[in-house]
């Protein structure tokens, strides 16, 4: 029998070559760290975006007209600083009204005790009268003595209350007055402005709007998502190395997890944590994306 050559075979050589290559660049792709993935090694990469730690909408307590406001976006604050101070046309009267009102419960408290004084004098004679001479008065009329006396009594109490009353109100009104006045809660740096002299701002935020935002500066939240697979073994403390996107000179910054949710979000699978970050040189602004490895030990990322 007569050997014939197959011509096909420096074809399948070639096609087997190229098979080996495609097979050992998968195979190298596959070592590559993607974010989420867990080795035994590095632990876990996460995309992360950076929150301020305290950002706050300032509203007005009480309603009124914007007299002044004394910032603007960029400017830098410290707790305490007046940002605006409203304009309460209705709020003087009310005042004086009730400083008035104090002044007619003291004259009334001082009527009350000089009464009350009066009635008791009448009251000690009447009964010193009616002991020695019986005849000279009837019982009835000490008794009702006694009784004027007791109401005299009484009506003091009720006058010195009313002198509380009248101060409390004043105090009330005085304390919104001081809420026309906007103060900074903490120190940071005015991010928004929603109004301008001479707007109508309305109490509370209900209905009202916010004069302005403040943002905390002085430090910052990196915020991730661990997935399911990884949630258990991160919590706060856990080690972590951090680079941000936006600052290409800057290195690595090694930070630990300060704190976890503790529960996965129903729509990710996911757990919130959050890494806090010195931020003095601010340099690092809301909004700017990050990696983040989270170093797990070899066992925990075996476990994964």
Same mark, same amino acid.
Not at 1 to 30: D, E, N, V
């Given at each position: 029998?007569?050997?014939?050559?197959?011509?096909?075979?420096?074809?399948?050589?070639?096609?087997?070559?190229?098979?080996?290559?495609?097979?050992?660049?998968?195979?190298?792709?596959?070592?590559?760290?993607?974010?989420?993935?867990?080795?035994?090694?590095?632990?876990?990469?996460?995309?992360?975006?950076?929150?301020?730690?305290?950002? %706050?909408?300032?509203? $007005?307590?009480?309603? +009124?007209? =914007?007299?002044?406001?004394?910032? !603007?976006? &960029?400017?830098? *604050?410290? @707790?305490?600083?007046?940002?605006?101070?409203?304009?309460?046309?209705?709020?003087?009267?009310?005042?004086?009204?009730?400083?008035?009102?104090?002044?007619?419960?003291?004259?009334?408290?001082?009527?009350?005790?000089?009464?009350?004084?009066?009635?008791?004098?009448?009251?000690?004679?009447?009964?010193?009268?009616?002991?020695?001479?019986?005849?000279?008065?009837?019982?009835?009329?000490?008794?009702?003595?006694?009784?004027?006396?007791?109401?005299?009594?009484?009506?003091?109490?009720?006058?010195?209350?009313?002198?509380?009353?009248?101060?409390?109100?004043?105090?009330?009104?005085?304390?919104?007055?001081?809420? %026309?006045?906007?103060? $900074?809660?903490?120190? +940071?740096? =005015?991010?928004?402005?929603?109004? !301008?002299? &001479?707007?109508? *701002?309305? @109490?509370?935020?209900?209905?009202?709007?916010?004069?302005?935002?403040?943002?905390?500066?002085?430090?910052?939240?990196?915020?991730?998502?661990?997935?399911?697979?990884?949630?258990?073994?991160?919590?706060?403390?856990?080690?972590?190395?951090?680079?941000?996107?936006?600052?290409?000179?800057?290195?690595?910054?090694?930070?630990?997890?300060?704190?976890?949710?503790?529960?996965?979000?129903?729509?990710?699978?996911?757990?919130?944590?959050?890494?806090?970050?010195?931020?003095?040189?601010?340099?690092?602004?809301?909004?700017?994306?990050?990696?983040?490895?989270?170093?797990?030990?070899?066992?925990?990322?075996?476990?994964?």
């Amino acid at each position: 029998m007569k050997w014939i050559p197959f011509r096909g075979i420096g074809r399948l050589r070639t096609i087997g070559l190229l098979a080996t290559a495609l097979a050992s660049i998968s195979a190298a792709q596959g070592t590559e760290n993607s974010p989420g993935s867990i080795t035994a090694d590095s632990g876990i990469e996460l995309s992360g975006s950076i929150e301020a730690f305290e950002k %706050a909408d300032l509203y $007005a307590k009480v309603s +009124g007209y =914007i007299e002044e406001i004394t910032v !603007d976006i &960029g400017d830098e *604050v410290h @707790a305490g600083d007046a940002i605006s101070r409203l304009t309460i046309p209705e709020m003087g009267p009310e005042l004086l009204r009730a400083k008035t009102a104090i002044a007619e419960a003291r004259a009334q408290y001082e009527k009350a005790r000089a009464d009350a004084s009066l009635t008791g004098v009448t009251y000690t004679r009447y009964s010193d009268l009616y002991a020695k001479e019986p005849g000279a008065i009837t019982k009835q009329e000490v008794d009702v003595a006694k009784a004027e006396q007791s109401v005299a009594t009484a009506q003091v109490s009720v006058a010195n209350a009313s002198i509380a009353s009248a101060e409390a109100e004043v105090a009330r009104l005085e304390a919104l007055m001081d809420y %026309a006045i906007i103060k $900074a809660p903490f120190d +940071g740096v =005015i991010t928004k402005r929603y109004l !301008d002299t &001479g707007s109508l *701002v309305v @109490a509370g935020t209900g209905g009202g709007k916010p004069l302005v935002e403040i943002m905390r500066k002085d430090k910052v939240r990196l915020v991730v998502y661990v997935p399911e697979a990884a949630a258990s073994s991160v919590k706060p403390g856990t080690p972590a190395s951090v680079t941000i996107d936006a600052l290409k000179g800057l290195d690595a910054m090694d930070a630990s997890v300060t704190r976890c949710s503790g529960s996965l979000m129903p729509d990710t699978r996911s757990m919130r944590a959050e890494i806090e970050l010195s931020n003095s040189s601010d340099t690092l602004k809301p909004g700017m994306f990050a990696k983040v490895r989270l170093k797990l030990t070899a066992k925990e990322a075996a476990s994964e």
